[in-house]
Every structure is written in C-alpha cells, then in structure tokens.
C-alpha cells in the first residue's frame, strides 16, 4: 500500500507549481506575500529566460524577488514595483510584453506578413490560371492544321 501511495505521489509531483521561493524570501504578511507572488509570475528571469522569477533557481531570479519584496514593503504599489523593475532591467522582463510604443511593430509584423504572403499568393494563383488558359487557346492557323491532321485519321 505504501508503495502504491509512494507512486501516486511520485506521477502527480509534476503536477503541482514549480516554485523557487525559499522560506527566508517569504513575508510575515500574507497580504504582501500575495502581491510579490503575483508580481513575481509576470517577471522573466532575464538568466533562464523561459521562466518566471517565481520559478527560477537563478540568483539573479532569487536577487529580483528579494526586490519585489522589498519594494513592497516600503510601501510602493504593484505598478510601481514592476515600473522599477522595467526601468532597471528593460521590458525584456516582462512575461507579457506591453502592446503600445516600439512593441507595436511586433506585435503587427506577425499579422501583416501573413497578409503579405496571402495577398501575394492569390496573386500568383490568379496570374498563372489566367496564363494557362491564355496558352491553351490556338491560333487559326494552329486550329486548321489540327483539324487537318485529326480529319486524316478518321
């Protein structure tokens, strides 16, 4: 029975949120624990890239909740600890890029190249159609010789 529970236990383990958060990080006050978790899943860690702070073993990950944290005890709000953030470290930071300014552009490109290439694809399908049924139309003459050849065979 042991086992079974050990095997369970082992399958669903990946389940669960993976989070880095070490004890001594935590805050006293749960309401301010809350803030930092919440902001700390909106921030990149600028080491793994592919993670959140929240989730980073990285000490420069640990360095920015040790941040956050502070940030929040001296009393700023949440859009002024991830403003500090973005000012120090760019907004490569952020999970979720913001949509205005420069990120426009990247946030366009996508979209507008695929407009590009369907544009550009109905174009070619339409110009190659057209030259195919102007190439199979013949000439008078063309059209009396194979009238010609074709009424010699029957």
């Known amino acids: 029975m042991k086992r079974l529970l050990l095997a369970l236990l082992l399958l669903l383990a990946p389940i669960g949120p993976s989070v880095a958060v070490t004890p001594d990080e935590v805050l006293d006050n749960p309401a301010l624990e809350a803030r930092a978790r919440e902001i700390s899943t909106g921030l990149r860690c600028v080491v793994c890239q592919g993670e959140t702070i929240d989730e980073s073993n990285a000490s420069i990950a640990r360095d920015l909740r040790l941040l956050v944290r502070e940030r929040l005890v001296a009393g700023d709000t949440d859009e002024e600890v991830v403003q500090f953030i973005v000012d120090r470290y760019g907004e490569y ?22 407009l590009i290439a369907a544009i550009g694809a109905l174009v070619y399908l339409r110009r190659r159609s057209q030259a195919q049924s102007e190439g199979e139309k013949l000439s008078p003459e063309e059209q009396a010789r194979l009238d010609e050849l074709l009424g010699d065979r029957g």
């Open 93 to 114: 930071v952020l999970m979720k890029p913001r949509t205005g300014g420069a990120n426009l552009i990247l946030w366009g490109a996508g979209p507008a190249l695929f």
